[in-house]
């Protein structure tokens, strides 16, 4: 496919197979919407988290779910959902379970 010659930016994102997007970029940046929202890191709003309690800590079978409780917690704190003493016993509780995990074990 040939280059298209534009008086306004391209979208430099290079697409799987090697090609450019060749949308228009928005403004200064040099990616178009789509592909500037993708490279843009969003943190969740904090309403949007699910409700993080102190007692419970949902079970960590497998590095995806320790990941999932790190960011629950983190959210928590930052949130004032949860004290920094809750949650230090939290991610107490999350390297324990990280140190007996199985290292092969897949779910």
């Given at each position: 496919?040939?280059?298209?010659?534009?008086?306004?930016?391209?979208?430099?994102?290079?697409?799987?197979?090697?090609?450019?997007?060749q949308?228009?970029?928005?403004?200064?940046?040099?990616?178009?919407?789509?592909?500037?929202?993708?490279?843009?890191?969003?943190?969740?709003?904090?309403?949007?988290?699910?409700?993080?309690?102190?007692?419970?800590?949902?079970?960590?079978?497998?590095?995806?779910?320790?990941?999932?409780?790190?960011?629950?917690?983190?959210?928590g704190?930052?949130?004032?959902?949860?004290?920094?003493?809750?949650?230090?016993?939290?991610?107490?509780?999350?390297?324990?379970?990280?140190?007996?995990?199985?290292?092969?074990?897949?779910?």
């Amino acid at each position: 496919m040939p280059k298209r010659i534009t008086p306004f930016p391209l979208c430099r994102h290079i697409k799987t197979d090697g090609r450019l997007c060749q949308s228009p970029a928005r403004g200064r940046s040099a990616f178009c919407y789509h592909h500037q929202r993708q490279r843009t890191p969003s943190l969740p709003a904090l309403d949007a988290v699910p409700t993080l309690s102190p007692h419970v800590l949902h079970p960590l079978r497998n590095a995806r779910s320790i990941q999932h409780a790190l960011s629950m917690i983190l959210l928590g704190v930052a949130g004032n959902r949860i004290t920094t003493a809750q949650a230090g016993r939290m991610l107490r509780a999350i390297e324990i379970a990280h140190k007996t995990m199985r290292p092969n074990r897949v779910e």
